[in-house]
Each structure stands twice: as structure tokens, then as C-alpha cells.
């Protein structure tokens, strides 16, 4: 047992995850412009010398944040794969559950906050471009059980890259438009990932 662990200290990760919820919720309130390191240390119940014992700066903690929304698709992807049988069947199984996820108000706003950033920031961009690399490494790598012999890598590379284009977009449509229907949608994008899969 850790001497943090003894004594009712936080671990390390905890602390982590505490400042990042709190860095996540200043943002969604103020975008990351507008949330100071003071902001988020007082939203942590934390002192401006504890955060940055965790955390460089912000785009430190940009980083974490993009690194969490990674680790979460990761497991989604894991859990998909392990399903047996086709994968179209598997991914149509998951579909309304992901089309409720875009429709989150919450991660929409941390969602575009991340990338208004990342237009202005260059430090930003190249963390959020990392991460939409390894995404799109592991839809393809996921993906593989549904190419087609005949289409070339790039237009197998395109058909994923429709399918994430397709999840971001509802993120977008979600915040103009937040009363769409659901069932509706989540109907004709199975019939767009058929198309793009089969």
C-alpha cells in the first residue's frame, strides 16, 4: 500500500481525474480560452501550485483529455471486436447507444472546444491530429473484418473515414438541433454503414 494510500491521501491518478473533470467542466462553461488555470484550481477545490504539480500548463491538460476520449474508444472498439459473427451486426447493435453519446450536450461542448483550439493552437492541433491518427488506426484495424476485396486501401481508408465524418457530424447536428429524431436518424445511418461496409 502507497504512503498516499495510508494516510487518506488522493493517489496520483485520482488527482489527475479530479483536476481533469473540473478543467472539463471550466471549459464547457468558458472554452479553454476563458478557462484560466485559477478557474480550474478553484473548480478542483485545489491551489494553482497543485495543478500544475499534475499538469505543465493546459495544453497538458488538453492532452489528457483527448488521451481519455481515446482510451474510451479503445474499449468500445475492443468490446466490438469481440463480439462474434459479422461485425456489421455487432456495430448496428452498439449504433443507438453511440448516436445518444453524440447527443450528450456535454461532451458536444468539450468536443468543439477542443477543436476551436486546436484552429487556433498549434500545440493543440498536433495533439488533437495524434489522436484522430490512432483513431482512425484502430477503425481500420476494427474495419478489416468488412473490406472488400476489391476496394483499394484508399477507398477502404475513405469508407472509414465517411464513418467517422457520419459521428461527427451528429455531434454538430446534436447542438443545432437537439430535438431530432433519434430512432429516425439511428434508422438511416444503419442503412449508410451497410452501404459503406457491404
Known sequence: MSDEAQVGRPSVESRRQQILDAACDRVRQSGFHGASMAEIAKAAGLSVGQIYRYFENKEAIIAAI?????????????????EPGALLDALEAHLPDGVE?????????????????AAR???????????DKQERALAQSMLQRSRQPEWSDAEFEARGAVIGLVFDGIIMRAVNDPDLDREALTKVIRVVMRALLS
Open 66 to 82: 483527448v488521451a481519455q476520449d481515446l482510451a474510451e474508444m479503445r474499449e468500445k472498439f475492443a468490446e466490438l471486436e469481440r
Open 121 to 131: 493552437n498549434p500545440k493543440v492541433a498536433a495533439i488533437v491530429r495524434e489522436a
Open 101 to 117: 453519446k453524440c447527443f450528450d450536450p456535454k461532451r458536444g461542448a468539450l468536443v468543439l472546444e477542443v477543436l476551436a483550439e
